[in-house]
């Protein structure tokens, strides 16, 4: 079918929208008509207008920003806001400003591009100095602020750490409790039998089965404590009550032997009591260690050997025992007990160049005392002497704690102060 005519001027050119007519100067080109149409090509022509391109009228000296006072004068305010840096937070935003993408330099960096090859490497050259400078001065005051940094940290945040981890430490025990227990261990090791007996002692078994007289001055008030009984008025002397704090751990012998049939082998740590002034060698409350054997033939040799496996036990090997004839009523005969001194093991004797404190050089250190059992004790506890003998020992727990740790003074084992029993705590 033919298409309806359409009247076309030719001195009009060619224009496609009915009823307008454009002069020839008027009319688009093809090409212009579809780019006027996107707006993003318009944008991008812009652009492309704008962007400096290589122009050889073009003289840097008339661009603003590679103006050689003008490039000194944005290098010298990033010199400057760098130094005021006080912080590294604050020289992240010197950084952006002053050698970031927007910055002055940065932007007149670009302009470099567009300028004519002649005139390039010079305005390269005083750019790039100036952003070298800035470049070394932000290195140079991020390390100087990291180190002061680093300083103030270590200031603020120290740990002392000598502080005590734990608020509420653990306990340790006393070390009375520990050797008396290593004592223990030794003998039971042996086929000992510790022995226990009460505090609160009859006068009979602290004394008088003892063979202890009744006038011997250890009986009197000066040396001891004696307890009112519970029946006793007020009017009665003290003196008469019939019971004491215990003065020895000796009345667990007699209960021991009175408790068993020979052969009896028992050892008994315990605490004792008596009117003795506190010093640094004397204490009104302390601990012996008793001990006592019961069997048909023992003699002073089995006393004097089982003295020095204890000695050797606890305070190493080769250490010497010697017994100094000595009294006690319920030995015979009796003998006070000397070890080697294991600090200087005698070699401070008659050498002044080598003093010791432990044995006051003198190369012996006293334990106790000890001796075989008198007879008569054995009778009073209903054993027959004809048949059986036995042996004896009373060591001071505190003088070996003395010696075995060179503890001078013996109250700091009663003051509490756990700065002295804490070193101890790490015994078992
Ligand atoms: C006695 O007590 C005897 N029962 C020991 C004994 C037992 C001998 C068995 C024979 C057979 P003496 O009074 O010497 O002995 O005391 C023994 C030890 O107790 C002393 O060597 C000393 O180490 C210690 N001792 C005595 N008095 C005190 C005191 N006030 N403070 C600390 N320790 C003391």
Same mark, same amino acid.
């Given at each position: ?166 608020? *509420?430490?653990? +306990? ?61 008025? #007020? ?8 019971? *004491? ?31 003795? #002034? ?70 401070? *004797? ?20 000890? +001796? ?57």
């Amino acid at each position: 079918m033919a298409r309806p005519s359409r009247a076309v001027d030719s001195t009009f050119g060619t224009c496609e929208r009915p009823g307008i007519r454009l002069r020839p100067d008027e009319v688009p080109s093809a090409e212009a008509e579809r780019e006027s149409s996107q707006p993003k090509a318009r944008a991008n022509r812009k652009a492309r207008e704008e962007m400096s391109a290589p122009n050889k009228s073009y003289d840097p000296v008339e661009v603003e920003a590679l103006k050689p006072e003008e490039i000194d004068r944005a290098r010298d305010a990033a010199l400057a806001a760098i130094a005021a840096a006080g912080d590294l937070e604050a020289l992240r935003e010197v950084k952006a400003a002053h050698a970031g993408d927007r910055s002055p330099l940065a932007l007149a960096n670009r302009e470099i591009g567009a300028l004519p090859p002649h005139a390039r490497a010079e305005a390269g050259k005083r750019v790039g100095q100036a952003r070298g400078a800035v470049g070394q001065a932000l290195k140079k005051r991020q390390e100087e602020l990291e180190a002061e940094r680093d300083e103030r940290v270590l200031v603020e945040e120290a740990v002392d750490v000598t502080l005590p981890y734990d608020r *509420v430490p653990a +306990g340790a025990r006393h070390p009375l409790t520990t050797l008396m227990e290593r004592i223990e261990d030794v003998f039971v090791a042996m086929g000992y039998e510790v022995a226990e007996g009460p505090e609160v002692e009859a006068e009979w078994f602290n004394f008088d089965a003892l063979n202890i007289a009744p006038d011997h001055p250890a009986r009197t008030m000066q040396d001891t404590f004696f307890v009112r009984g519970a029946e006793d008025g #007020e009017d009665r002397d003290l003196a008469d009550s019939g019971v *004491v704090l215990r003065t020895h751990t000796s009345p667990v012998q007699i209960r021991s032997l009175l408790d068993r049939e020979p052969p009896v082998y028992v050892i008994c740590p315990g605490r004792v009591y008596r009117t003795d #002034e506190l010093d640094a060698t004397h204490t009104p409350v302390f601990h012996q260690v008793e001990l006592l054997a019961v069997d048909e033939g023992l003699t002073m040799t089995d006393l004097k050997g089982t003295i020095e496996h204890m000695v050797r036990s606890l305070f190493g090997e080769g250490l010497g025992t010697r017994m100094r004839p000595s009294y006690f009523p319920f030995t015979e005969p009796s003998a006070e007990v000397d070890m080697v001194c294991f600090v200087c093991r005698g070699e401070s *004797v008659g050498n002044p160049d080598r003093p010791c404190r432990t044995c006051s050089s003198e190369g012996w250190i006293e334990l106790g005392g000890c +001796g075989m059992v008198n007879p008569r004790v054995l009778t009073a506890c209903g054993v027959d002497p004809e048949r059986y003998s036995g042996f004896a020992f009373g060591f001071g727990i505190e003088r070996m704690l003395m010696f075995r740790h060179n503890v001078e003074d013996m109250r700091d084992m009663v003051e509490g102060d756990v700065r002295f029993t804490r070193p101890f705590g790490m015994e078992i």
